[in-house]
Structure formats: structure tokens, C-alpha cells
């Protein structure tokens, strides 16, 4: 009966360290130490290789160490019958609202317009266009997108909010399906991307979303770098269909050094950062559902492995 901590790409140990604090009596494994494969029963993981979570028969739950499951679920070889679960928390939601609104504001504020004007030592300053017409796109309604929706009406934008389902949000004109898409990005002069890795979603910021928005239009992706077709966001910065993007996510991460968004000067990166999961303070729902399994019940936060979020 053991805990396995699959990782990979970021440090294990402070999961090791808090999970441990929090139970000392915890058999914990830090792949590749794995010892005997029958032993785990529950996976705490992250973008671990592909087929490996195969390999242990009696394994009974399988964590994503953060709100996005497409790193599990997208393995062709995950073993079938094994509920997926995923992290809700404040401190997730926190992060990513005050990151976007950061965004947001520093858009519509004029900021990247300031910075160059000291670069050059030049003073004009201008009247920032009043916020109630400033319309924000929020794709994607769930944990994280319905809070930062919440949040930028707090700060008088006109907020738009799309979904696959019907959704009343106070103050969020709210759009869903298909059929929506076009009218939900005709109103809109900043667009950010909360949406799950899906099939459905997979390039759905391509150059035909970006000619739908308002001329100039921002964009903000803090979902998954393969929500975004990256040669078309080049060709809509170009053409000035777009006015800029702030990236939090890539296709390949780290950013290769040679990508040329690196140094296009509408563009914004920051390393995966939008909302970073704390260890320390989503190890006890780890543990929770750890309980859970042992005892034989459900976890909680569990995926829907059809619809893929
Ligand atoms: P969530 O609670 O599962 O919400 C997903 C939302 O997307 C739901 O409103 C859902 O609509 C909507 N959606 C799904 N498929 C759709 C489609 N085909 N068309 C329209 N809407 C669709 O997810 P979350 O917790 O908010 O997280 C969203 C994503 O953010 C995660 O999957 C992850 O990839 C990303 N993320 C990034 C970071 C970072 O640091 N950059 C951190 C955390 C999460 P319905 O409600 O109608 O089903
Ligand atoms: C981060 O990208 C997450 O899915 O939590």
C-alpha cells in the first residue's frame, strides 16, 4: 500500500516532504525509485512518460498535481477503469484571477505603450478607453475562468463569457457552443483562453477566431500552449489582426531558445507561472482522497474521462 510521486520536470521533494509531514506513517515512492510496482495504489503526477502509469496493476486512483488533467488523460496507454482526479483550490483560483486581471489592466492601461515611451524618454500621456467598453472574453467557465469573469466585472469591464454549457454568471453576458462562438468574439477586445485540452478545444486560437474579434484584439493564453496554432498568432500580430498576446503557456515548454516569439515585440511570456500549485497548501485534498480510496470510496474532484475535463 503505497503512495507513488510520479513528477516530472519539477522538484518532487517538497510534495515528498509536505505529504510525509502530514502523515509520517505514509509508504511514499518518488519515481523511478518505485520498488515494487504492485505496491502503489495511488499516483500523484505530472507529465509522467507516456505508458508508464500501465505498469502498476493495483493502482486505484491517479492525481493530476494541478487543475488540468490533459497531461494524464492524453496518454494513449492509460490504463482503463482508473478514476482520474484533479486539484480545486483557492489558492489556484486566486492566482490565475489576480494574474489575468494584471494583464488586463496592464493592456487596457496602456502600459506596453508607456515602456516603450521611456525607452525613447517621451511624455504623452493618454485618456485609457473607459472600462465598461472594453469587452473581455473569458473561454472557458469553470473553476478558474468563472472566478476571473467575476473578478474583471468587479472592476466595471464589460465581461463575456463562453462555454460548452449554459451558464448565469451576475454581471458576465454569457455564450456557449458552437453556435455562440462567432457572437461571443465579435464583441470582444481581449481574449483569454481558461479552457481544458481537449479535441473539441485543441487550435481553437487559430487566425479564423482571431479575425472574428474586434480589430486589434489582445490575447491572453494561460490555458495550454496547444489551445494556440503559434504560426497563425504570428501572421494575426503581422497583419494587426491582433495588438498583442501576454503567453503563459507553449506547446513546448521550456520555450526553446530559437522560438520566435522569444523576441516578437508584441508579445509578452511569462514560464507557466499564471498559477502555480503550492504543495504545502493542496497536499491535504492529496491525502483526503488518498483516505478515500483506501476506504473504498469515490475521490473527490474526479474527471469526466469521456468529456476530457
Ligand atoms: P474546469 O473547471 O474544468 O472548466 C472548464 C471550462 O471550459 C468549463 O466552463 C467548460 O464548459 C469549458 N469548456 C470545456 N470544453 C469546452 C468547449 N468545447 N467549448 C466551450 N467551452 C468548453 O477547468 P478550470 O479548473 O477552470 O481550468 C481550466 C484550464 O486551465 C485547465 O484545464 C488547465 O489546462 C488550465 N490551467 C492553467 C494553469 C497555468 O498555470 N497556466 C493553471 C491551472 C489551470 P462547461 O462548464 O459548459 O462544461
Ligand atoms: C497548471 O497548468 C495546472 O493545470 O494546474
Request: proline residues 8%; hydrophobic residues 40%; negative net charge.
Amino acid at each position: 500500500m503505497a503512495l507513488l510521486i510520479m513528477i516530472v520536470g519539477e522538484d518532487p521533494e517538497p510534495w515528498r516532504s509536505v505529504l510525509s509531514r502530514l502523515d509520517p506513517s505514509l509508504d511514499i515512492r518518488v519515481w523511478p525509485q518505485v520498488g515494487d510496482v504492485e505496491d502503489i495504489e495511488f499516483a500523484l503526477v505530472w507529465n509522467h512518460p507516456r505508458g508508464e502509469l500501465r505498469k502498476y496493476p493495483n493502482l486505484r486512483c491517479i492525481a493530476s498535481m494541478g487543475a488540468g488533467v490533459d497531461h494524464i488523460i492524453w496518454d494513449p496507454e492509460l490504463p482503463e477503469g482508473v478514476p482520474v482526479t484533479r486539484v480545486v483550490h483557492e489558492s489556484l483560483t486566486r492566482s490565475m484571477t489576480e494574474y489575468v486581471i494584471h494583464a488586463v489592466l496592464d493592456h487596457s492601461r496602456d502600459m506596453e505603450k508607456y515602456r516603450r515611451d521611456q525607452a525613447r524618454k517621451i511624455w504623452d500621456p493618454k485618456f485609457p478607453r473607459p472600462r465598461k467598453d472594453v469587452g473581455v472574453g473569458v473561454m472557458g467557465l469553470g473553476e478558474l475562468g468563472a472566478a476571473t469573469a467575476i473578478g474583471l466585472v468587479e472592476l466595471g469591464y464589460r465581461v463575456l463569457g463562453w462555454s460548452r454549457t449554459p451558464k448565469e454568471i451576475m454581471g458576465v453576458e454569457t455564450f456557449w457552443g458552437m453556435e455562440q462562438f462567432s457572437h461571443f468574439l465579435s464583441q470582444t477586445d481581449i481574449l483569454v483562453c481558461l479552457l481544458p485540452l481537449t479535441p473539441q478545444t485543441e487550435g481553437i486560437l487559430n487566425l479564423e477566431t482571431f479575425r472574428r474579434l474586434r480589430p486589434g484584439a489582445f490575447l491572453i493564453n494561460v490555458a495550454r500552449g496547444r489551445h494556440l496554432i503559434e504560426e497563425d498568432l504570428i501572421v494575426a500580430l503581422d497583419q494587426g489582426i491582433l495588438s498583442g498576446a501576454r503567453l503563459d503557456v507553449f506547446e513546448v515548454e521550456p520555450l526553446p531558445a530559437d522560438h520566435p516569439f522569444w523576441d516578437h515585440p508584441k508579445i509578452q511570456i511569462t514560464p507557466h507561472v499564471s498559477s502555480l500549485t503550492e504543495p504545502e497548501a493542496v497536499a491535504p485534498q492529496i491525502l483526503e482522497n488518498y483516505g478515500r480510496v483506501l476506504r473504498g470510496l469515490e475521490p473527490v474532484n474526479q474527471v469526466d474521462l469521456q468529456r476530457g475535463y
